[in-house]
């Protein structure tokens, strides 16, 4: 007897059936809302956008070398000035060719980890990084996303109250010395670049006190363009003495270690900052941050 139409096309289909996954048919019978993201329970989850999802990449054979490097110089407790082995004990020690090993060290060298003195006697000797790598990144990141001075003012905003009140816990006498000294220099050179300079060396120093080291490096990463200055942000000289007694109501809280105090006191400052700004150099706001702002 020959199958009618109807049993072939069930025959087929449960072969495809059988063929298909059990999770990839359940996805196909699921509602569209579902498959992006929302479930019987609730609303649509937002999907990332594809840019933002990081992709895993194996790394490379010479960033692992670095790495490894890396390691050695803090198992072995070189410092500064120290010189690493020749390139034929680092070649056998590491297993990797001379074109790896090479590209190894300059990357190295390009994040400040050490230095490659050329001629006889040279070779790679160990540096300590400081936070102008971290800017260079930094600023190319904001580059990049299109990001305005506006994002970096008030990522000041937000966080410079909290170091103020990380501070007045943890300052000590040798800091408190240093900030004294800064509104000296701010008084002293009150018509000259010397109360910019001392200016930044006060927020700097309490980003430091905050005893959080991370705030540090961000601060220093920055420093560059923190106040707006090198964007055109100006600080006339009639508001000089307003911008000296609000670093005195700060350092007052700071050596009171009073933390509530010390929070509302930088609060109010670099508030008062942006309103300024806001007020007299919204276009300075509004300009992106670029490579050549980092000074």
Same mark, same amino acid.
């Given at each position: 007897?020959?199958?009618? =139409?109807?049993?072939?096309?069930?025959?087929?289909?449960?072969?495809?059936?059988?063929?298909?996954?059990?999770?990839?048919?359940?996805?196909?019978?699921?509602?569209?809302?579902?498959?992006?993201?929302?479930?019987?329970?609730?609303?649509?989850?937002?999907?990332?956008?594809?840019?933002?999802?990081?992709?895993?990449?194996?790394?490379?054979?010479?960033?692992?070398?670095?790495?490894?490097?890396?390691?050695?110089? #803090?198992?072995?407790?070189?410092?500064? !000035?120290?010189?690493?082995?020749?390139? =034929?004990?680092?070649?056998? #020690? /590491?297993?990797?060719?001379?074109?790896?090993?090479?590209?190894?060290? =300059?990357?190295? #060298?390009?994040?400040?980890?050490?230095?490659?003195?050329?001629?006889?006697?040279?070779?790679?000797?160990?540096?300590?990084?400081?936070?102008?790598?971290?800017?260079?990144?930094?600023?190319?990141?904001?580059?990049?996303?299109?990001? #305005? /001075?506006?994002?970096?003012?008030?990522?000041?905003?937000?966080?410079?109250?909290?170091?103020?009140?990380?501070?007045?816990?943890?300052?000590?006498?040798?800091?408190?010395?240093?900030? +004294?000294?800064?509104?000296?220099?701010?008084?002293?050179?009150?018509?000259?670049?010397?109360?910019?300079?001392?200016?930044?060396?006060?927020?700097?120093?309490?980003?430091?006190?905050?005893?959080?080291?991370?705030?540090?490096?961000?601060?220093?990463?920055?420093? !560059?363009?923190?106040? !707006?200055?090198?964007?055109?942000?100006? /600080?006339? =000289?009639?508001?000089?003495?307003?911008?000296?007694?609000?670093?005195?109501?700060?350092?007052?809280?700071?050596?009171?270690?009073?933390?509530?105090?010390?929070?509302?006191?930088? +609060?109010?400052?670099?508030?008062? /900052?942006?309103?300024?700004?806001?007020?007299?150099?919204?276009?300075?706001?509004?300009?992106?941050?670029?490579?050549?702002?980092?000074?």
């Amino acid at each position: 007897m020959t199958p009618s =139409r109807t049993s072939k096309r069930g025959a087929a289909t449960s072969r495809r059936r059988a063929a298909t996954p059990a999770s990839a048919r359940a996805a196909a019978k699921a509602p569209t809302s579902a498959r992006n993201g929302a479930s019987a329970d609730g609303p649509a989850r937002s999907v990332l956008p594809v840019r933002s999802q990081p992709r895993a990449r194996p790394q490379k054979t010479a960033m692992l070398v670095a790495q490894r490097i890396v390691a050695d110089i #803090e198992r072995l407790n070189l410092s500064v !000035g120290d010189r690493l082995p020749p390139e =034929r004990a680092m070649l056998e #020690e /590491y297993g990797v060719g001379r074109g790896t090993l090479r590209e190894s060290l =300059r990357f190295l #060298e390009l994040q400040g980890v050490l230095s490659i003195k050329a001629g006889p006697g040279g070779g790679p000797v160990v540096e300590r990084p400081d936070a102008s790598n971290l800017a260079t990144t930094l600023v190319l990141l904001l580059q990049f996303s299109h990001g #305005e /001075y506006r994002t970096i003012a008030e990522a000041r905003d937000a966080l410079e109250p909290l170091m103020a009140g990380m501070a007045a816990e943890r300052i000590d006498d040798d800091a408190l010395a240093e900030l +004294r000294r800064t509104l000296e220099a701010m008084e002293e050179g009150l018509e000259s670049r010397a109360f910019l300079e001392a200016n930044k060396r006060f927020h700097d120093i309490i980003a430091w006190a905050s005893g959080n080291e991370l705030f540090g490096l961000i601060f220093d990463a920055l420093l !560059g363009i923190m106040d !707006g200055t090198a964007l055109g942000i100006d /600080y006339p =000289r009639h508001r000089r003495p307003a911008i000296i007694k609000a670093h005195r109501e700060v350092l007052e809280a700071l050596e009171a270690h009073d933390r509530a105090r010390a929070e509302d006191a930088m +609060r109010n400052h670099i508030g008062e /900052y942006l309103n300024y700004a806001r007020r007299k150099f919204p276009e300075v706001l509004r300009q992106p941050v670029t490579w050549e702002s980092l000074i």
